[in-house]
């Protein structure tokens, strides 16, 4: 099929894909980070690690060296007696070689194509430092927040859709979702949630008690652990995760705002903290994400309903003049212009699935006219000044609607990203790290994990 929209020489596609490392002039590693700021509290990023210049990985070490190397083959017996030497094995010159048993040899495991070798790398690297064992969680303050937790959550459910992985990743979806109930709060019936009431239960921002302080819900990072439950349920058809997923978006649902008077009316909360006050991209487009995820599985039109609400308030309140959207409005009708890629990809996303959910052409369009704008807007640098978090699930938008619309360059897009990062941005140890100055973190760390296993894997497997 021919594109409707034009990939601009400006965008990271143009700029990177095929070009020789030289040609690759931005170094992610001394841009700033995206999250200064960030309402989340201060500490959702971490544990933080800032690597030293000797840490990172270089293309002459020992280990990638050899990792690719050929094993020697064992000497013929003509080789071996060339010399004047015997080869092991061998008698005397001349005579008839000694008989051995033969060797018993394992099984050879398929090996995995190169993205999905690099995922499993990135992911054994993720658990190994970041993972608690015995727990089900990651390490933060004690225990990290829903954010990055929710980032593993989907880096892990991205590698099981990854076919030669599917059954040695299904024991690390249970550690998960053992994990995430450690985030699940029952206790809040009748708790005031922001600008109204709720008695429906929902993941905390923190470890709930009694393991963790609990505190405010994110809207945002429960649509996240939505998505990648309805994910879950496509590859174990277990009813009790869908259950878990619906809870979600009846908890999303039941947040569309409908105080009097406000600026824009509806939209979902950031967080149901009294103090909030900003209705946001990224709490609604994934949410629309999800209802159309749900619909599919359960035929619920209130499910699609609510997606097509929630993706045309923000098409409607926060479009900015060049065709992205902004971060939040404030009840009074303030906008904050900041266009992060994932926002954007959220809404590409959720337009794509719109559009076969509904057959509705406009959808499409719509996505379509969305990709074009961030394409141009998102350069290198851009796209290097934002968390690889934001990034991935940009790219994983934005794949998504290249499967739906038989355009090209998505793929090549995250492949010349990964391939930077692997050169550029990870230590001598395998961790990934982004910012300034460079950390290494689980949302990082996750992120990457994330990228390889969008190569890996067919867009189907997305939502």
């Not at 967080?271 to 619909?295: F, K």
Request: hydrophobic content about 40%; overall charge neutral; proline content about 7%.
């Amino acid at each position: 099929m021919t594109s409707h929209y034009a990939y601009p020489s400006s965008s990271l596609f143009r700029r990177l894909a095929g070009c020789a490392p030289a040609v690759v002039a931005i170094s992610l590693l001394h841009l700033a980070p995206a999250l200064a700021a960030s309402p989340y509290p201060a500490g959702a990023q971490r544990p933080a690690k800032v690597a030293r210049a000797s840490e990172f990985a270089r293309p002459a070490t020992a280990h990638q060296a050899t990792a690719h190397q050929p094993t020697a083959r064992p000497a013929t017996a003509h080789q071996a007696t060339a010399g004047g030497t015997s080869a092991p094995g061998m008698k005397a010159a001349g005579k008839r070689p000694a008989r051995k048993k033969p060797a018993k040899h394992a099984p050879k495991k398929p090996k995995l194509p190169v993205n999905a070798e690099r995922g499993q790398l990135a992911f054994e690297v993720m658990q190994r430092v970041y993972y608690i064992q015995g727990s089900g969680l990651y390490s933060g303050e004690p225990f990290s927040f829903l954010w990055p937790f929710s980032q593993a959550f989907a880096a892990t459910v991205s590698m099981a859709n990854i076919p030669a992985l599917k059954s040695t990743f299904a024991h690390e979806i249970q550690a998960r979702l053992v994990g995430l109930k450690s985030y699940l709060d029952l206790s809040n019936s009748g708790a005031p949630e922001g600008s109204f009431t709720s008695t429906l239960a929902a993941f905390d921002g923190t470890v709930a008690p009694p393991e963790g302080p609990g505190g405010a819900k994110y809207y945002d990072d429960n649509a996240w652990i939505g998505i990648e439950l309805a994910r879950i349920y496509k590859l174990t058809h277990n009813t009790a995760v869908l259950g878990s997923a619906e809870a979600i978006m009846a908890f999303e649902m039941a947040s569309w705002d409908t105080e009097p008077g406000i600026a824009c009316p509806g939209g979902i909360p950031f967080s149901n903290s009294t103090e909030n006050t900003e209705r946001n991209t990224v709490t609604d487009a994934p949410t629309a994400e999800l209802g159309v995820q749900l619909y599919g599985l359960t035929h619920n039109i209130q499910y699609l309903q609510f997606a097509e609400m929630a993706y045309e308030w923000v098409r409607n309140c926060l479009t900015q003049p060049n065709g992205l959207y902004g971060d939040h409005i404030k009840p009074h009708g303030s906008v904050d212009p900041t266009e992060w890629s994932y926002n954007q990809g959220t809404m590409i996303g959720a337009g794509a699935l719109l559009y076969q959910a509904t057959g509705n052409g406009a959808y499409l369009y719509q996505a379509r006219q969305t990709a074009a704008a961030a394409l141009a807007y998102y350069n290198a640098e851009r796209l290097g000044s934002e968390n690889p978090f934001f990034v991935s699930v940009y790219f994983r938008n934005v794949l998504y609607l290249d499967s739906v619309t038989h355009d090209p360059p998505g793929s090549r897009l995250v492949q010349a990203y990964v391939n930077y990062a692997w050169e550029h941005l990870r230590l001598s140890d395998d961790v990934f790290v982004a910012g300034s100055p460079a950390s290494a973190q689980l949302l990082v760390q996750a992120a990457i994990v994330q990228d390889y296993a969008l190569l890996s894997t067919s867009p189907s497997t997305y939502f």
